[in-house]
């Protein structure tokens, strides 16, 4: 018997029937409401222009990955079954309409704030995007300069024949369709195609950003529109009758068949190039193409009408960021908020003495991701440290982490590292990152069959005069020094000795592929973490019904998981008062007469990316912490390896639990879900509270207690030791 039929046996078929059957919110209508929470950013006016226009560059990015992963997914499973229904009640069918139908108004919304206030305001900054039908002389000439230097030598097109096979496009590349007059000379003119197709992919070689010289401020071109003005360049003695801008999508939801892959690494580079050569879930085209233009790639990539998405603006937004990172328009940004350091880590000792002292406990990106980088430095160099063993799913491109890692093998440590090669959109890095590692002799393992290794832990074993220790790191997010800037995550520095002897069986069971042994403090997934956070929120309830004061304090990027779920209904039926911090995804309905009514819903968009899962259970009093790297979703819980870990030591307990219950302070960046799955935003009363701020501002005064310390503290030099 597994965990999950363990757990699901003290939930009886009698008590599940007591919940309504409409209880659980769409997936994918709910990620969609997620991404309108971002979009909203975008047409924020109280928000720096450059920060608006980056948000909705960021709505734009996500919006490629849904369609790439869930659209691409939903049309799968429409293939092999088009009456499943999901939780929510939808077949495969209708959710395909209702996120067609979702994602056209979603689209015409991103647009509309580009045209409407993005690109005017940007324009008032001197910011300009070109219109080469409506520029000067002197630009036309500088124009086409820049496509005689930079465009043209490189940049091809490719005839279409109708007894070849259609070129193979790149997956969100921009292209052009060009229509030309038919150059056949046939007898019949009324039976000849009046007309022939190219494409020319744009591909990444020249930058889609043409910048162009300006007086003052900045101007640019897009590239699409350069190649378009100057399109006839490429097809002399042609007449070119149509030239259409156009980006398809490719389903990305591809993964490896591990029981017929002998070799993972094979398989997983064979996946690589089976995404190249996927279904096209997406048809992005400029809104004016013709009907005899979109009817021919239509047809060509066997699309439908739900498919296919006009828009009345440029291609592929994320061309945005470019702007945002334009050097001189600070004034549109936002401040610059470092990263601060922690009073507990005395920069003038190693961290192994820090950590040796008490448990460090670190919010990012308010305080820094630099300890972390930083014990596995010195951990690579260090004559007493041992091992080193580190799980790594995401990481940088170019890794100061990787980088320590080959060196300690290189100075003779034992180090061991789980490589997920699995892990979507950085399998090829992961690769490259576990190839290297091996050359250098890193033991590396290739994540587990059949389960992704999602967990954020590295141990490192170190000889001391009391004997071994291991000191050890915990996170909520992935060992990336740059993401760690940008999302708000949590991380554990400790050597308590239970933690670690828990961590070490927990790792050697994953590498060693052997049976998991039972832990004593913390909870894996997917043997015990599924049943753990179950028989958590049950031991609420039971408490409640006995008349004891009940909580539970949750965030989360996503609550998808249905047997989750309705253990939480039932806490909310008994009386537990629950607030739940969800990022993302929120298949829950709070709020509902009978089933809800104790449950509130939050989301908070704001700066910085909401990446930490943090538990909190009040437990009769004696309050039970964790952080983990899971969502409550059944991949998380049934299809990764995941670990949840308490916060014991009391100075990290409470600086968890200020910044848990900060957030729903939050009147500035907050929504609130509703019952029927809408999200309103929190509006300022008395006074406005900003949590993201707020727990900068926090860290910014523990950074300055330091200073004030160092500036009132007389610290003598002292001589060197006689040898």
């Not at 709910?30 to 980056?54: G, H, I, M, T, Y």
């Not at 001197?126 to 000067?136: A, F, G, K, M, P």
């Not at 639990?657 to 509703?674: A, K, P, R, V």
Request: aromatic share 8%.
């Amino acid at each position: 018997m597994n965990s999950k039929q363990a757990s699901s046996q003290k939930t009886s078929s009698h008590d599940r029937d007591k919940l309504p059957g409409d209880r659980f919110i769409n997936r994918e209508l709910s990620w969609l409401e997620f991404n309108e929470r971002v979009l909203d950013q975008a047409a924020d006016n109280s928000l720096p222009l450059l920060e608006r226009a980056k948000f909705l560059a960021i709505s734009s990015s996500n919006l490629d990955e849904f369609m790439m992963v869930r659209v691409g997914s939903l049309q799968m499973q429409y293939q092999r079954n088009t009456m499943v229904r999901d939780a929510s009640g939808l077949t495969v069918g209708e959710q395909l309409l209702a996120v067609a139908h979702r994602c056209e108004v979603f689209t015409n919304r991103q647009y509309s704030i580009l045209s409407e206030a993005l690109e005017p305001s940007l324009a008032e900054h001197e910011i300009h995007r070109i219109d080469l039908n409506q520029c000067s002389e002197r630009c036309l000439e500088a124009a086409e300069r820049r496509f005689r230097n930079d465009v043209l030598a490189v940049i091809s097109p490719q005839a279409i024949f109708e007894e070849r096979p259609f070129p193979l496009l790149q997956g969100l590349g921009v292209h052009l369709c060009i229509r030309l007059k038919s150059g056949k000379q046939t007898g019949d003119e009324s039976e000849a195609n009046p007309w022939e197709f190219a494409v020319i992919p744009l591909g990444r070689t020249v930058p889609r950003v043409v910048l162009m010289p300006s007086d003052r401020g900045h101007s640019y071109l897009l590239l699409e529109d350069l190649i378009k003005h100057h399109i006839d360049e490429f097809f002399p003695g042609r007449e070119v009758i149509e030239c259409v801008t156009f980006r398809i999508t490719r389903n990305a939801d591809i993964e490896l068949q591990e029981d017929a892959a002998a070799d993972l690494m094979i398989g997983m580079e064979e996946v690589l190039e089976s995404r190249r050569q996927s279904r096209v879930t997406r048809l992005e085209y400029s809104h004016d193409a013709s009907d005899a233009t979109l009817a021919f790639l239509s047809e060509k990539m066997h699309l439908r009408g739900q498919d296919l998405y006009p828009t009345a603006g440029p291609l592929d937004l994320s061309y945005l960021f470019t702007l945002h990172g334009l050097e001189g328009f600070d004034a549109l940004r936002d401040e610059a908020w470092p990263p601060q350091r922690v009073s507990s880590i005395d920069p003038s000792e190693n961290m192994f003495s820090s950590i040796s002292r008490d448990d460090i406990l670190l919010l990012h990106p308010y305080e820094s991701f630099d300890p972390v980088v930083r014990l596995i430095e010195e951990a690579a160099i260090d004559p007493d440290v041992l091992a080193i063993k580190q799980v790594l799913y995401r990481t940088s491109r170019n890794s100061p982490i990787v980088a320590a890692l080959k060196r300690a093998a290189k100075n003779g440590k034992y180090v061991s590292v789980i490589v997920e090669l699995k892990a979507r959109f950085d399998e090829a890095r992961n690769i490259e990152w576990a190839q290297e590692m091996e050359q250098t002799g890193v033991q590396v393992i290739y994540g587990i069959r059949g389960l992704k290794t999602h967990a954020k832990i590295c141990i490192i074993v170190r000889r001391e005069p009391q004997g071994i220790v291991r000191y050890m790191h915990f996170g909520t997010g992935n060992y990336n020094e740059v993401t760690a800037t940008l999302y708000g995550d949590v991380s554990l520095l400790t050597c308590n000795e239970e933690l670690g002897s828990d961590a070490s069986a927990f790792f050697n069971a994953v590498t060693g592929a052997s049976q998991p042994q039972k832990l004593r403090h913390l909870d894996s997934a997917p043997t015990t973490l599924r049943k753990r956070i179950v028989d958590l929120i049950n031991a609420e309830t039971l408490r409640c019904r006995e008349g004891q004061r009940a909580e539970i304090v949750a965030k989360l990027n996503a609550l998808v998981d249905t047997e989750v779920i309705d253990a939480l209904y039932r806490a909310s039926q008994a009386g537990v008062k629950i607030l739940l911090n969800i990022r993302g995804v929120c298949c829950l309905r709070p709020g509902v007469a009978g089933l809800s009514e104790t449950i509130r819903v939050i989301s908070i968009v704001d700066r910085f990316l909401e990446h930490a899962r943090i538990f909190y259970f009040r437990h009769g009093g004696d309050s039970e912490l964790f952080i983990s790297s899971a969502d409550w979703m059944p991949r998380n819980l049934d299809r990764r390896v995941e670990i949840m870990v308490p916060i014991d030591d009391p100075v990290c307990r409470e600086k968890v639990m200020d910044s848990l219950f900060t957030y729903f302070q939050d009147n500035c960046n907050s929504w609130e879900m509703q019952a029927d799955g809408a999200y309103n935003r929190t509006q300022p009363q008395s006074h406005s509270v900003r949590s993201q701020d707020l727990l900068y501002q926090r860290a910014c005064q523990a950074t300055e207690q330091i200073r004030q310390k160092l500036r009132t503290t007389f610290e003598t030099h002292e001589p060197p030791e006689h040898r």
